[in-house]
């Protein structure tokens, strides 16, 4: 086998198959029309790999956000407890709409659970270790088109931007139609080349889009652990070409 015939048949190992990822969108696509047509909901809108195609198989879950009225929510966006408070609010909506007792647009949901960002929407029997869920993040819109997020366990809200990384993964598509394959074919690798020593702080997996970054080979651990330039005493598992003052991304 030729060293190109062997990295087709790699790519054809992580991609998804395409009804799959119509299925997922679909799901995802449910939940976008039924929150957007709640009266405190601006904006909802898809996040995460699915959304910057860069998903691998099996496709487990998709990430939503739903962007409030501050208006409508004048507490939201300060300490304390408006973090929580915004997530069981969300939490009530998925539950009214689409739950799988009373839900009046549909019964998908048959758990709805809030986390410390999302709701975790179970689609599948809770108890299945490869059920589908969908995590629907509320979210408040700034000034400078960022969001706000929840973040129950500290009782604050935080900023976030996940339209910029699509945007980046966008950009970096159109300048080389082979970037988002390479993307899959990547994730499940820990180990292809020397790291640097200095790093950007950031997920690896979302410093990709951004600029170079380097791999460690390690034995053991799962790739959706690595950070970039991991700080403290432990082994850096793979580092930022850009080095900790350079990288422009957000966690």
Known sequence: MRIDEAFDDFQRSVNEDVSQTRLARDRRDLF???????PDVTEAFGSGSLRRSTQLRPINDVDIVAVYDAAQHPDWGSAGLSAEHALNHNRSQVNRLLGKT?????????????????VKCFLDDPDDENAFTVDVMPALRQADDTLLIPEKLTQTWVPADPEHLINLVADRQRDWEHFRPLVRVLKPSPALMPGTPAGCGI?????????PVAWRRRDAGEP???????????????????GTGGCPGRS
Do not use: F, M, Q
């Open 224 to 242: 959706e652990s690595l950070t970039c330039g991991v700080r403290g005493s432990g082994p850096r598992w793979v580092n930022c070409e850009r």
């Open 32 to 38: 976008k029309r039924v929150l957007i047509s709640e």
């Open 203 to 211: 997920r690896a997996r979302r410093c990709e889009a951004l600029h």
């Open 102 to 118: 009373n839900g009046s647009y549909g019964n998908e949901v048959r758990l709805a659970l809030p986390r410390n960002h999302a």
